[in-house]
């Protein structure tokens, strides 16, 4: 016999797995880029500008997805311009708009004494918060995403060989390299519910880390972060339910398993 | 037109002058080969000739279609899967078929590599493997940087001579830094000596018994070159007869 609280156990998980797949898929390719162009600072930077973003969403009285999404936007546009000063080396800069921004976020958040944030929940994730909305716009603007990023994959592919070379070779490396980064801001905003702040980069990271040794193209490493993500995802939710650990960091543990493992496995080379 | 021209072209990094006065012209069919110090602004020189550094001062006119360039040095990250093969294959729009890139790295003497990753390659055999990718563009103009560097010695001269077959048959420019001052002195059309400024600029053998050429690379190296250029004024056939000694400036025989 099927009772409520069993019908309800089972929707909140079949949304998770929705939202947490869907997620892994679309993180997979934007996370080779991350490793090939040594981006996860980058990542983290724009992870940790997010609670500004909820900051912003609450207290605008907008959907603070969208407030996460509009400021992780800001921040990388923001970075993108930076980037072409170069008095200060990239990481610095990092590390003063990561921790910055991620302070004032907190600053802000103490100061809104009406309203009552989950910090947790946005530091950590919350995938069984979800609801079909989410999974929705992870799937369709996860889409949308990876198609934009397969328009400038050839540029990118060739700009992380070499950025001279593609320039010479008549490659929109600026342009190219502005996409990456907006999609990668974006990738940040829709996985922080998920996975939260503080673990949002490990999702782009880990699984194509894991991929590489099984890859010996760029697109081959891509479709192996995807099955490495999706993996990660099933079994930290398993995890999660049947141990009754929190969803966020039971996925990441299983996406650490799974890069132990491919260390250990005989790889393709 | 000239392929690449550069029109007193200045540039400097902050407050280091990096390139003074500069003119340069690299015609069809023609060989210039940059030579100077280290820190001379050679690599530099390039780049604004590529139009990857924009010039502070001056003007920079680019008449080639198709330009191969082989940088100095290329790090292909551990991280990034990618055969020879699809390397080569990005070099051109569009598909390359496998029996143009077995050619193309024949021509180089590279043909065991497509397989490989490129981030296994040994310095040479990825030096090879980058020009083999410039050819793969059929360029009008060709822009090295020091094209030869880790190759071994053998290697070296078959590279300068495809250089040099490239220049004469498919009547590609060529600008090229190089470090090699023997071979350079004999394979090349006009020598520019770089020192920021332009040092002298001309015919292998005139700049060779230039001042400034002499103050910059030193009495004995320039001497051996001298020699050199005056052995090399001629051309070996094959049955070892001598063809096409031309009585230059320099020739103190005869």
Redesign the interface.
Known sequence: MVTDADAAMDEFLVLALAAGLGLALVAAPFGCFV??R?MAYFGDTLAHAALLGVVVGVAGGIDVTLGVAAVCLAVAALLASVRQGRSLASDTVLGIVAHGALAMGLVALALMETVQVNLMGWLFGDILAVGWGDVAMIWLGGGVMVGLLAMVW?PL??M???E??A???GHAVARARLVLMLLVALVVAAAMKIVGILLVTSLLVIPA?AA?RF????E??AVAAAVAGAMAVGGGLWGSWRFDTPSGPSIVVAAVALFALSQAMPGR? | MALVALHEVSLAYGDQPVLVDVSLAVERGRILTVVGPNGAGKSSLLKVALGLVPADRGRVERGAAVVGYVPQRLTVERTLPLSVRRFLDMAVPGRVSPAALEAVLDRVRAGHVLARQVADLSGGELQRVMMARALLRRPDLLVLDEPVGGVDMVGQAELYDLIAGVAREQGAGVLMVSHDLHVVMAATDEVMCLNRHVCCAGHPESVSRHPEYLALFGPRVAESLAVYTHDHDHVHLADGTVDGHGHGRGCRHG
């Open positions: 490793v090939w040594r050839r592919v060739a992380t060989v070499d001279d070379l320039r010479v070779e880390a590489r890859a010996r193209t760029p081959q490493m080379r």
